[in-house]
């Protein structure tokens, strides 16, 4: 019998496919078959991940640059595959939000998925295995977050990105996304050292109290549903949005 959710021959990129999330997605799209590039701003880190992947190639990519993006794309055969991954945090309410940090946010978290798709959608499209898209939202795009107000607004657009491009291409995409809850990564890490340096295990201990299941998620949890959605096993699954959060959400 076949083995479920394989990847095998199938083409990948993953943005921000360096560290946490995107790391774990890359090894776990590897694992199940797929080739994957791993196109991060970090080039030394996808390099070194890539060469302890073997199926896998680093490609220097910064998402909010159309040029860059544009190098990119030129290097890859073909494409199966698309997770919209690459992201940043910014802690603020309206009130202290500056304008150049909410540009910022919306340069890497939503301008970059639309630039990005834009670009790939040519090979998206070609894919014999019709392709599929994995945008990496957030519950901050479905809740509200105290302190998050540019990181809010920008994954409530990824949302709204996923489910317009999901019904402009009903028949030749799939375009899912994923809403994990806070997440073990660089990314949560950063955050501590940042704004809570004298008080890293309080603040973590908030982080775990606040989803019910009382810890933070792992990447690789979220990387099986990349993989997962990205299989044969979801082909009619498109449009939708999917929460790892411990139960935070259902709160
Ligand atoms: P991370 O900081 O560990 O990794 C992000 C990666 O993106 C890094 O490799 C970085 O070099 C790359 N990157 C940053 N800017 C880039 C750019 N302009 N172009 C190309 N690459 C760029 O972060 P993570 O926690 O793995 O987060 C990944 C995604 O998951 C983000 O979209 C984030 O918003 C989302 N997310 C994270 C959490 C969490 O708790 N960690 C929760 C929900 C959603």
Request: proline share 4%; glycine share 10%; net charge neutral.
């Given at each position: 019998m076949r083995e479920p959710f394989r990847l095998d021959g199938l083409h990948a990129l993953v943005t921000g496919g360096a560290s946490?999330?995107?790391e774990a997605t890359s090894r776990e799209l590897v694992r199940?078959?797929?080739f994957v590039w791993i196109a991060d701003?970090?080039?030394t880190a996808a390099k070194a991940l890539a060469s302890s992947l073997g199926n896998a190639q680093a490609v220097s990519m910064d998402v909010t640059s159309a040029q860059s993006i544009e190098e990119a794309a030129l290097q890859l055969?073909?494409?199966?595959?698309l997770v919209n991954n690459a992201g940043i945090g910014h802690v603020g309410g309206i009130a202290t939000t500056q304008a150049e940090d909410f540009d910022r946010l919306l340069n890497v978290n939503v301008r970059s998925v639309f630039l990005v798709t834009q670009r790939l959608l040519p090979l998206l499209l070609a894919?014999?295995?019709?392709g599929s898209i994995v945008n990496i939202g957030s519950v901050a795009g479905m809740i509200g977050i105290r302190q998050r107000f540019a990181y809010c607004t920008t994954k409530g657009a990824v949302l709204a990105m996923t489910r317009q491009l999901a019904v402009e291409y009903p028949k030749e995409l799939r375009v899912n996304a994923i809403c994990p809850g806070t997440v073990e990564t660089p990314f949560v890490e950063g955050y501590l050292d940042k704004y809570h340096a004298h008080e890293k295990e309080k603040i973590r201990?908030?982080?775990r109290a606040r989803q019910p299941m009382g810890r933070l998620g792992q990447p690789e949890e979220v990387a099986s549903m990349v993989r997962y959605l990205s299989s044969r096993e979801a082909s009619f699954i498109s449009g939708s949005l999917f929460t790892i959060d411990g139960g935070w959400t259902a709160a």
């Amino acid at each position: 019998m076949r083995e479920p959710f394989r990847l095998d021959g199938l083409h990948a990129l993953v943005t921000g496919g360096a560290s946490g999330i995107g790391e774990a997605t890359s090894r776990e799209l590897v694992r199940a078959g797929a080739f994957v590039w791993i196109a991060d701003i970090n080039l030394t880190a996808a390099k070194a991940l890539a060469s302890s992947l073997g199926n896998a190639q680093a490609v220097s990519m910064d998402v909010t640059s159309a040029q860059s993006i544009e190098e990119a794309a030129l290097q890859l055969p073909q494409l199966d595959i698309l997770v919209n991954n690459a992201g940043i945090g910014h802690v603020g309410g309206i009130a202290t939000t500056q304008a150049e940090d909410f540009d910022r946010l919306l340069n890497v978290n939503v301008r970059s998925v639309f630039l990005v798709t834009q670009r790939l959608l040519p090979l998206l499209l070609a894919s014999p295995a019709k392709g599929s898209i994995v945008n990496i939202g957030s519950v901050a795009g479905m809740i509200g977050i105290r302190q998050r107000f540019a990181y809010c607004t920008t994954k409530g657009a990824v949302l709204a990105m996923t489910r317009q491009l999901a019904v402009e291409y009903p028949k030749e995409l799939r375009v899912n996304a994923i809403c994990p809850g806070t997440v073990e990564t660089p990314f949560v890490e950063g955050y501590l050292d940042k704004y809570h340096a004298h008080e890293k295990e309080k603040i973590r201990e908030e982080l775990r109290a606040r989803q019910p299941m009382g810890r933070l998620g792992q990447p690789e949890e979220v990387a099986s549903m990349v993989r997962y959605l990205s299989s044969r096993e979801a082909s009619f699954i498109s449009g939708s949005l999917f929460t790892i959060d411990g139960g935070w959400t259902a709160a």
